[in-house]
């Protein structure tokens, strides 16, 4: 486990080493050499404190041990010119394993600055061998710094998931052991201790041909290395690792063992693997090939751990279902879910353990799944400990259903913690999914069924293109899209108004909206802005614009699942707390990866998608009849048009501060309708208003009995004829007032301007039949709002079920 302490030892010495050796793999090649430098001198130390002689450093080399290096009476270029000998020499020591002179061959100190060196070595001489672990630690972190590991696919395995691994599979005396993808060794070491814990009386003879017993193969020198070194430290004096490509050469392809455990890489190269013809599967894919080796090369009763990603457990393709059939038939006996965040800091990926055993497999007709909701950490990048821990629980319930297996003739009785399958049931669609959860019914009532899950486990968060104001153009550009173009309301992408910008600028390809994206606006000047999200349902030509992102999901979780998520009032509140800037708000990486949803299994992911789509599908066709609906009055060409100054009488509205308004029952109306209330009235009766001034100029409303109208707006005071005043507002609005409007600072109308408008007025008892078919309109579209508000609140309901709020 990469503690704090560790990480932040390494930082200071690349720190340290950053101003003379800017070249990233130069650090970490000194850093790794100064540690293992360091760890020999520990080891010499330790055999003089336990009454025995120095091993490395004795003869012509004593005088380059650590403590000689730090002699006080030594001056700084001394000290630089000791050490940089030694690293030069240190390959002809006879008195270190071959394996430690290779590492030192060709080493040499690349700059001559003796206080740099003196900081470096003092933060080197930190570092104390108490457990091998210690260098195996510092040296992968070293490789996540240069991203080495995140391209190969490479992720350092915690030593608690290795020795539950190990615990389930139960390694023996006398059986042999591989690990095909050994990285640091940390298997073979684990199974190692574990034979040893269980046979505590063995001979120095015993120990030796156990120690044969083990080996260990990698495809990167650097990682071979570091095994031999590690292996070394634990007493193998001649550890059979080797560099070996697992997956592309058959050298060692006849060879089988009792024992294989692995967390094999899950990153394929561009273009893929290219295996012989040797494997039962045919792919490219390394980690379908990797497991395919590891089932082969068991013996006869041979068992197996593998750490694999969650594209094994789930993936259509052929060569993923064909490699889960095969498994299902003949090797595997339980498969143990371990929660995202597992392999934090370098990854969050989401992974599980396949458990094999051959004979085991042979005789039984199940399969057990098993959930890890807690392995003893938190799922931060820290890894801080923490009270819950499944993995002890799980492994003894592992070990006692192995043992009594052949009692459980069906089912398991289903619980959160582990449940059994019939293998026919597995078969039974032909695809042998291995997502446990896919197998019992899914209550979204239980939130432990569902992890939470930080965004930066789950997709990839992509910033868009920038330019400046003078490569806007007004056509023949290259399309981007902005906050505008996300439709607020219903969350849909809105393509009316597309800013251009000029075609010869270059921009990224991942900058280009794609199918399933979800674009979401990370920066702008108002408030309500800031995170809304649409997705796209198709690959468009546009680009998005540098003050919006999207979110690309990975293949453990659908799109559309983490979009109704972003919809959430809880995803608004979240972005709202750590938005930054003045004029311009911004809505930074870390906020929106930080952001947890629980994340059921992707075949409940699809139910409780489709249940949404079920609802929004309604939601959409009644919120098209709300924004479609428009009051329409056929005008009869024989009906008498009639100036309004003979209709009714007109006045301005009474004036009223904000100071002035005493908050009460009755409503202030303004142009805009209702703009508060006040303790006082004037308007005794439902009267017809009119917008006087500004951006409501020329809007027409009703007041409610008993109402207050401001100074913004013109009141009747009188009707002249029989009217009705519903028949006369919508003809009014129909009329559109605001077209008659003065266009100054802003829009205004005068009461002699609108006393000059004419309009069309049937008899009366057209107008009441007129008003009375619009109101049964009205009457439809008032209860496709409500079945809007009804299944807007089924889908906030469906996910708080999921959050495990209802």
Not at 81 to 110: S, T, V, W
Not at 299 to 327: C, D
Not at 380 to 389: E, S, T, V
Not at 442 to 466: A, I, N, Q, W
């Amino acid at each position: 486990m990469l503690d704090a302490e560790t990480k932040r030892k390494i930082d200071n010495c690349r720190d340290i080493l950053v101003g003379k050796i800017p070249d990233p793999k130069s650090q970490v090649e000194q850093i790794t050499i100064a540690l293992i430098y360091k760890f020999m001198d520990d080891m010499d130390q330790l055999s003089i404190d336990q009454g025995g002689k120095p091993s490395f450093f004795t003869g012509d080399f004593q005088k380059y041990s650590w403590s000689s290096i730090f002699d006080r009476r030594l001056g700084g270029q001394e000290i630089l010119n000791l050490y940089g000998e030694a690293l030069i020499k240190m390959n002809q020591n006879p008195n270190i394993p071959q394996l430690f002179r290779d590492i030192f061959k060709n080493a040499f100190l690349p700059y001559r600055d003796p206080e740099t060196l003196r900081l470096f070595l003092k933060e080197i001489s930190g570092f104390t061998y108490d457990h091998s672990e210690r260098l195996g630690d510092a040296f992968e972190y070293l490789l996540s710094v240069l991203s080495s590991q995140g391209e190969a696919g490479q992720f350092r395995t915690p030593r608690h998931i290795i020795d539950f691994i190990v615990n389930v599979v139960d390694p023996q005396l006398n059986q042999t052991v591989l690990d095909p993808a050994c990285g640091t060794a940390g298997f073979l070491i684990s199974a190692y201790k574990h034979i040893l814990k269980n046979n505590p009386k063995l001979s120095v003879n015993q120990k030796q041909r156990l120690m044969n017993n083990f080996v260990g193969y990698d495809i990167s020198a650097d990682m071979v290395r570091l095994s031999l070194v590690n292996m070394y430290l634990h007493g193998f004096q001649q550890p059979h690792i080797f560099e070996y490509d697992t997956l592309t050469y058959e050298d060692k392809w006849g060879e089988t063992y009792d024992i294989i455990m692995a967390n094999p890489p899950f990153m394929t190269p561009k273009g893929g693997i290219r295996p012989h013809s040797r494997f039962s599967i045919q792919a490219k894919r390394s980690e379908v090939l990797f497991v395919d080796y590891i089932a082969e090369h068991l013996n006869p009763g041979g068992r197996a751990g593998v750490i694999v990603p969650e594209g094994i457990i789930f993936q259509s393709q052929n060569a993923y279902k064909a490699l889960r059939k095969m498994l299902v038939e003949n090797y595997l006996w339980a498969v143990v879910s371990l929660p995202a965040g597992v392999f934090n800091p370098y990854s969050g990926v989401k992974t599980s353990i396949l458990f094999m055993d051959k004979s085991l497999a042979k005789r039984i007709d199940k399969i057990l799944f098993v959930k890890i909701e807690n392995d003893g950490f938190d799922l931060g990048a820290q890894r801080r400990k923490i009270d819950k821990d499944d993995l002890p629980a799980a492994c003894e319930f592992l070990k006692i259903y192995k043992s009594k297996i052949e009692n459980y003739k069906s089912k398991l009785e289903d619980s959160l913690f582990a449940h059994a399958v019939l293998k026919s049931e597995i078969a039974k669609s032909g695809d042998y999914n291995l997502s446990g959860d896919r197998y019992r019914a899914f209550d979204l009532h239980r939130k432990s069924e569902c992890p939470m899950v930080e965004l930066k486990e789950l997709c990839e968060y992509v910033r868009g293109v920038t330019y400046s104001k003078e490569d806007e153009v007004e056509d023949g550009g290259i399309g981007i899209l902005r906050a505008n173009n996300i439709d607020q309301s219903s969350g849909r992408l809105n393509f009316s108004e597309i800013k251009l910008v000029r075609s010869d600028l270059e921009f990224r390809n991942d900058q280009k909206l794609c199918k399933d994206d979800i674009l979401i606006c990370a920066a702008s000047g108002s408030k309500e802005h800031i995170g809304k999200v649409a997705i796209s349902d198709k690959d468009y030509d546009y680009y998005f614009g540098g003050f919006m992102a999207v979110l690309r999901c990975k293949s453990n979780i659908l799109p559309q699942y983490l979009y109704h998520q972003l919809k959430t009032e809880k995803f608004r509140e979240h972005v709202e707390t750590d938005t930054v800037g003045v004029n311009i708000r911004n809505l930074k990486f870390s906020t929106v990866s930080s952001f947890k949803i629980p994340l059921p299994p992707l075949d409940v992911q699809e139910k409780i998608v489709a249940e949404i789509n079920g609802y929004q599908k309604i939601i959409d066709a009644a919120r098209q009849i709300v924004q479609s609906y428009k009051p329409s009055i056929k005008i009869d060409p024989s009906w008498p048009m009639v100036s309004l100054e003979k209709v009714f009488k007109l006045s301005s509205g009474r004036g009223l501060t904000q100071k002035e308004r005493v908050n009460g029952p009755y409503a202030v109306y303004g142009g805009n309708g209702i703009t508060g209330n006040h303790n006082e009235y004037f308007l005794e009766n439902p009267t017809l208003i009119i917008g006087r001034v500004g951006e409501y100029c020329g809007a027409v409303h009703i007041t409610e009995p008993k109402s207050w109208v401001t100074d913004n707006a013109l009141y009747v005071t009188a009707y002249l004829i029989e009217i009705n005043q519903n028949y006369l507002a919508h003809v009014l609005r129909q009329t559109n007032i605001n077209q008659y409007a003065k266009v100054g600072g802003q829009p205004s109308i005068s009461q002699s301007t609108v006393a000059s408008i004419k309009v069309p007025i049937p008899s009366i008892d057209e107008q009441k039949q007129i008003v009375a078919q619009i109101e049964a309109e009205q009457k439809i579209v008032n209860e496709n709002k409500k079945l809007i508000e009804i299944f807007e609140q089924k889908i906030k309901d469906t996910i708080a079920e999921v959050l495990g709020e209802k």
